[in-house]
C-alpha cells in the first residue's frame, strides 16, 4: 500500500487519469458501448462511463460517442476515466486558497511553494486536495469517494504558480481530454545555471524513473525506457551565471522541466534533487560565494514559477487566459541577481 501510495505522488499528469484501449473481437455481438465496458473496466459505474461518454471521452474508431452507441465486430474502443475510488480517507481541511478565477464549472488556483498538490505517502494533510475538500464540500465531485476530486494536472510541491481545478464531473472530463490531446498552454518561468548558446529551443528526450533512485527521474536519451518529453525554452534574461527562461510543456512527465533543464547543462537554481544547490557557475571568490548562498536563504526551493495557463472553458467553449505574479521569495533573488550584474560590470568598467 506504502508503495502504491508513492506512486501516486510522482505520477505523470496524463496518469492521473485512467487509459484503455479495445480492440473488439470479430466475434462481438452488438452491445451497447456503457455495457461493454462495464463487462471490462473494474471498480467503474455506468455513471461514470455516461459522463465520460457526455463529455466525449469515449471514442470508437477516433470519433465520440454517446452511451447507447452499439459497439461492433473490430471496432477500436478508447477511453479516459478518473481513476477509481481511493482507499484512504481524507480530511477537508480549513486552508486558506488564493483563487484566481472561478465559475460553476471549475476554479484556478495560484498555488504557494511548499503546498502538496494531492495526498501521498507522509503527506495525508495540509494538501491543495484537503483544502478543496472543505471549500467545495456540498459539491458532489468532492465527496464522490476520488482519491484526488477536480485535479486534471499538477505540479510539484516546491514549484509555484498556476493550477487548473474541475468543479464537476463534466468539466472534469472535459479539461482531462484537454491535457491528453495537450491543447492547453502552460507556460513556466524557471531560474536556471549557465548561459544558453541559443535564445530558444527545445529540448526532447523519454523520461522515467531513474534506475538507481526510483525517487527522482532521469532522462533516457535513447528512448529505451521511460515516456516522450518535449519541453520548448526561451531566454527572457541573462544574468550571466544565470539564466530567467520560460518553459513550454508540450507533454506533462514527473518533474519534466526540472530534469530537461538538467539534461541540457542548466539545472534549475536551488533545485536541490538535481543539483542545483551547488555554485554551479562563477568565481570561487568568497563575496560570491556568500552571494549565491545568501540568495539560496531566500529561495530555500527550486526556482520555478506556472505563470500562465490557457485552455478552451469546458462549457462555453471559450478561450480562457491567465497570468501569475512571481512570488515574493523568486522575484527577491531575480533583484539581487540584477544587482549584482550591475555591480560586476561597474567593476570591470573602473578595471579599463
Known sequence: MI??????EQQDEQELFEHYRFNVDKGQTMLRVDRF??????????????????????LA?????????????????????PHPPREIELIPENIPLNIVYEDNDLLVVNKQPGMVVHPSYGHYTGTLINALMYHFRDLPLFSSGELRPGLVHRIDKNTSGLLLIAKNEFAMNKLAKQFFDRT?????????????????GTI???????????????VFSDGS????????????EDFNYVTLVECKLETGRTHQIRIHLKYAGHPLFNDEEYGGNQILKGTT??????????????LPRQALHAKTLSFTHPVSGKWMS??????NDMLEVLQKWRGYLVSRKEIELDVD
Open 285 to 298: 571568490f568568497t563575496k560570491y560565494k556568500q552571494f549565491v548562498n545568501n540568495c539560496f536563504k531566500i
Open 322 to 327: 491567465f497570468d501569475s505574479e512571481i512570488p
Open 204 to 218: 526532447t528526450g523519454n523520461v522515467g524513473r531513474n534506475p538507481r533512485d526510483r525517487k527522482v527521474m532521469f
Open 61 to 81: 474508431n477516433g470519433k465520440p460517442v454517446k452511451s447507447s452507441y452499439k459497439v461492433k465486430p473490430n471496432d477500436l474502443i478508447t477511453v479516459v476515466l
Open 225 to 236: 525506457e521511460g515516456k516522450p518529453a518535449i519541453t520548448h525554452y526561451k531566454v527572457l
Open 3 to 8: 508503495e502504491e501510495i508513492e506512486d501516486i
Open 184 to 200: 492547453i498552454d502552460r507556460r513556466y518561468q524557471a531560474l536556471v545555471w549557465g548561459n544558453f548558446p541559443e535564445k530558444e
Open 37 to 58: 465496458l462495464n463487462d471490462r473496466i473494474t471498480n467503474v459505474s455506468r455513471t461514470k462511463i455516461h459522463d465520460a461518454c457526455e463529455a466525449g471521452n469515449i
